[in-house]
């Protein structure tokens, strides 16, 4: 074989043996953080299996793990649940718009039992302003960042949007590694330890109803809510996506979700749709309701209606 | 054929030991007059009011110091002329119903402490829906059916609801517009 070095853009000049003695520190480099971390909890995450592969044992063992290391990280003790779904039970969710004063009550709620990150701000609830008598299915052009001294403001309307835990939903389908899915109650959720961060699911949804951390999430641990759901408000990764998951931690516990405990004007409402007697069933069958953008066929679970 | 005819007296006779029960029951059920003094927080709407679910209410949001309405207006004589308050209460500016309504169309002259229905039923001021549900009878439907007004608690077991009087001021109904809390950061604005 020649030994003429051949040239390269670069203009550095290697020959062979320098390159395999190059690339075998490398790699031997590249090894020694992994040795340096490499203590049980390190590897176990990154070995954990899908969510719903796991046997109750393995989920137990992994729920232990993220308890010990959210309990270390932010100074507290913090549970780590994944509470099943009820059987017979089927979420779903009412707001009146004519109620509604757009005061963003629901949205900070929502930021504090869900801890989502604070700078970057991540908002899981986005309230849109529409000026009365206009074309206000015209979603584009509505208003998400009004700052009045004082709402509701005459002339207007206001429209909460978040997750609409659809029946059929696009993100699901769009998702390479199955990390997101719809839980048997109806609620769509994802696996921050499968989810890679490609954001397809966030193309994917007609809503704008997912979130992406940009960063590493930001939360004060003095305001880190400790009572958490393994597919809900756990604390996040960096670059993954999260979403409304109706307050899972809550809701499975028989609660209301947050937002509709702390709306001022009590617009929204949520139940079991499959429970005759519920309230969410009163307002279908009572209420003109509708479905954002029903004609995606989406089937939302999300119903905003007109009380008067 | 005789042992025919002594079973049929006992067969009446049981029927009766069933029957007798529910009877006394239900005219139980329809007498409302029984305002009872249970100062609980727990309303068992069952057995007053049939369609209205068993419920939690907190107590009525009365000004510090004003009730019982008796503890001042024992030693008053009523005077039950329409008329612009001049003594005491000038600070109730009454904007509801428009100039049509006044003080003594809800409360009642004679039992201070207690409200009327159109009626003339005393009702009291823990069970004021039963006041509002008269002329605002859709939204009393929908407040017994758990959609008009704001629910806490457990969507499919204890709830805890509130009175009208909790968010809508009885004397100036219309909600006062609030501050909104901060709008989200814009992205051209995050770093």
């Given amino acids: 074989m020649s030994k003429k070095i051949r040239n390269n853009p670069l203009g550095i000049k290697l020959n062979r043996r320098n390159f395999i003695k190059g690339s075998a520190m490398g790699l031997a480099a590249s090894a020694l953080p992994l040795t340096k971390k490499a203590d049980a909890s390190f590897l176990d995450v990154f070995f954990q299996k899908h969510f719903r592969e796991m046997s109750k044992q393995e989920i137990q063992e992994v729920l232990d793990r993220f308890e010990k290391t959210y309990s270390e990280e932010y100074g507290k003790k913090v549970s780590v649940k994944a509470t099943p779904a009820i059987p017979g039970v089927l979420f779903g969710y009412g707001l009146d718009l004519s109620r509604c004063i757009g005061c963003r009550r629901c949205v900070y709620a929502c930021v504090g039992e869900n801890n989502q990150s604070r700078d970057p701000q991540i908002h899981w609830i986005t309230v849109l302003r529409f000026k009365n008598g206009e074309k206000w299915v015209d979603l584009e052009n509505s208003e998400s960042y009004y700052n009045p001294a004082e709402v509701p403001e005459p002339d207007h309307f206001y429209m909460p949007v978040q997750c609409q835990q659809c029946e059929n939903p696009p993100c699901v389908r769009a998702c390479p590694t199955q990390a997101t899915w719809k839980e048997p109650d109806g609620i769509v959720v994802v696996d921050y330890n499968w989810c890679i961060g490609c954001r397809y699911c966030m193309a994917a949804c007609p809503y704008g109803a997912r979130h992406f951390n940009w960063s590493k999430p930001n939360i004060p641990p003095d305001e880190l809510n400790p009572e958490t759901h393994y597919l809900g408000n756990r604390p996040r990764y960096n670059g993954v996506v999260e979403k409304c998951t109706f307050c899972i931690q809550r809701t499975r516990a028989g609660k209301y979700p947050a937002c509709v405990e702390v709306c001022p004007v009590g617009a929204r409402k949520f139940g079991n749709l499959l429970d005759p007697a519920s309230e969410i069933r009163y307002c279908i069958e009572n209420k003109r309701v509708f479905r954002l953008k029903e004609d995606l066929n989406t089937y939302p679970k999300f119903y905003y209606f007109f009380a008067t | ?191």
């Avoid at chain 2, 704001?150 to 009175?163: F, Q």
């Avoid at chain 2, 009087?165 to 100036?172: A, E, G, K, L, S």
Wanted: aromatic content about 8%.
């Fill in chain 2, 1 to 191: 054929m005789r042992r025919g005819s002594a079973v049929l007296p006992i067969f009446i006779l049981i029927t009766w030991i069933l029957v007798l029960p529910v009877i006394a029951l239900d005219s139980g059920n329809t007498d409302h007059q029984d305002t009872s003094n249970n100062t609980d927080t727990v309303y068992k709407g069952g057995s007053q009011n049939p369609d209205i679910p068993d419920f939690f209410v907190p107590p009525p949001p009365f000004s510090e110091g004003i009730f019982p309405c008796s503890g001042c207006h024992k030693e008053m004589k009523p005077n039950k002329q329409r008329r612009k308050l001049e003594m005491f209460h000038q600070d109730i500016e009454l904007k509801h119903a428009g100039p049509q309504q006044w003080c003594l169309d809800c409360h009642n002259a004679d039992d201070r402490d207690k409200l009327h229905l159109i009626d003339g039923r005393l009702i009291d001021f823990k069970e004021s829906y039963l006041l509002c549900g008269q002329c605002h009878g859709t939204n009393f439907r929908d407040w017994k059916a758990g959609v008009h007004g704001k629910r806490t608690g457990e969507w499919n077991g204890k709830k805890l609801y509130r009175l009208c009087v909790h968010c809508h001021n009885p004397h100036q109904p219309r909600f006062k517009p609030l501050a909104p809390k901060p709008p989200p950061v814009r992205p051209e604005d995050i770093k």
